[in-house]
Structure formats: C-alpha cells, structure tokens
C-alpha cells in the first residue's frame, strides 16, 4: 500500500521568504502525485499535479514541485510567500493503475509572517 | 457554476441519533467520495463510489453508510455506531476514467456532537 509522509506540520515563515513544503511518499508502484491547499473552514483546492514527463511542475498561485524518483519526493516550492498563502498544505498519491483514490499526508499547515 | 454542494455546513448530532450529511455535484463526474478530516490526521477516505448503484469502502468506514443512487448525488449517513463522530467531513467527485483524474472537493460540513 501506499503511503505520504509530511514531516513538517507546521512552517513558519516571513512574508517574501522563499518557503519548502516537503513531501516523501512510499509505494511499490508508479504513482500520480498532487499538492492540494486548504483554507480554513473550507475544502481543498488543485494547486498541482505530477502526471509523467517534465520532474519541474508549474501549479496556481506561483506554486512549483519537482518530482524526484530516487529520492521518493514531490517537495512543494514558492520563491516569494505573501500573507495569503497562509493556509494548510496537503500532498497526495494515486496509483497509476488504481483508479483515483488518493492517500493524503497529514499536512503542513503555512503561517505567513509580516 | 459547476461543483460540489455540501449541507448543512454545521450539524449537531445527539447521542443514538443517525445523521445524513448532503453531497450533490453538478460536474457529470461519475466518481464521488467522502473523506473525515481530524487535526493533524489528514484527510481519510470513508466511502468512495466510481458509479451509480455501486460504492465500496474505504479505510474508516465502520459506523458510516452511503448510498448513491442517482450520479449527482452519494449522501453520507454517521450512524449511532459511530462512536467519535465530531470531524469535518469532505465531499469529492472526479471523472471516472482518465490518467490521474483531479478530484474536486465541496466546502465540507462539520459535525459535532451535543
């Protein structure tokens, strides 16, 4: 089976700072990767997905991963945060021939800075 | 506008009652499901469902029942077996067929007990 590992529940961090969400997933088969945000009291949002082709992938709001096969990571990046990207953070996994049944992290909730 | 339509947003639920939480889409997706979300735990799948008249359990679903007899809409029941229901639920839907099908997520109800 399986699983995502977000290690960091919380981030810190000031507003313009670069900011690194980091996402480790294990499964013994190819996956589909996405990073989802969540506001609060609402639901979650498609920021970006790896499918295949490019490791380097563009999402919404400035947002970028990059897919790393040997290390089993889709670390979510952003060069400059700005208040409001203060929100919660949730990479996810599907299995390639499994249908579409994500297994989420447990999030990293971002707190931006002035 | 097309999407996901959860209600009520709150519910309150007495002890030995059922409660029907309400999940309609109007995207033609064939694929619904239906995640808890605890603090710090992520978001876990309940029920999911890749067409009508059929759905199947996910990794929680003890105390929980759906049906999904019409394609827009798979209403969550929390029956009185579920001990610990107080969570934000989250309605999702997606495309059934496809390489890494996005889903999309409803504004959550959230749920407490009296």
């Known amino acids: 089976a399986q699983s995502v590992t977000q290690l960091d529940s919380q981030v810190p961090v000031f507003e313009e700072a670069p900011v690194e969400l980091r996402c480790n997933y294990s499964s013994s088969v190819s996956v589909y990767l996405f990073w989802y945000v969540q506001y609060p009291n609402q639901g979650l949002q498609l920021l970006l997905k790896?499918?295949?082709?490019?490791?380097l992938v563009k999402g919404i709001n400035g947002f970028e991963a990059e897919f790393n096969k040997s290390q089993t990571s889709f670390h979510l990046r952003k060069p400059s945060v700005h208040i409001s990207d203060t929100a919660e953070y949730f990479c996810?996994?599907?299995?390639?021939?499994?249908?579409?049944?994500?297994?989420f992290g447990t999030g990293t909730q971002l707190k931006v800075e002035l | 506008d097309g999407g996901i339509t959860q209600s009520p947003k709150y519910l309150f639920r007495k002890e030995g009652q059922n409660v029907t939480l309400s999940c309609e889409q109007n995207?033609?997706?064939?694929?619904m499901y239906w995640y808890r979300q605890d603090p710090g735990q992520g978001l876990r799948l309940i029920y999911y469902?890749?067409?009508?008249?059929?759905?199947q359990k996910g990794d929680i679903a003890e105390g929980y029942s759906v049906s999904r007899e019409k394609k827009e809409s798979f209403p969550l029941t929390v029956t009185s077996a579920q001990k610990n229901p107080t969570a934000f639920y989250l309605c999702a839907s997606s495309p059934r067929q496809g390489r890494g099908n996005i889903q999309y997520f409803g504004a959550g109800t959230r749920l407490s007990v009296l």
């Open positions: 996810a996994v599907s299995l390639t021939g499994g249908g579409n049944k994500l297994t």
């Open positions: 790896y499918l295949s082709g490019s490791t």
């Open positions: 469902s890749q067409i009508v008249n059929d759905f």
């Open positions: 995207l033609n997706h064939d694929a």
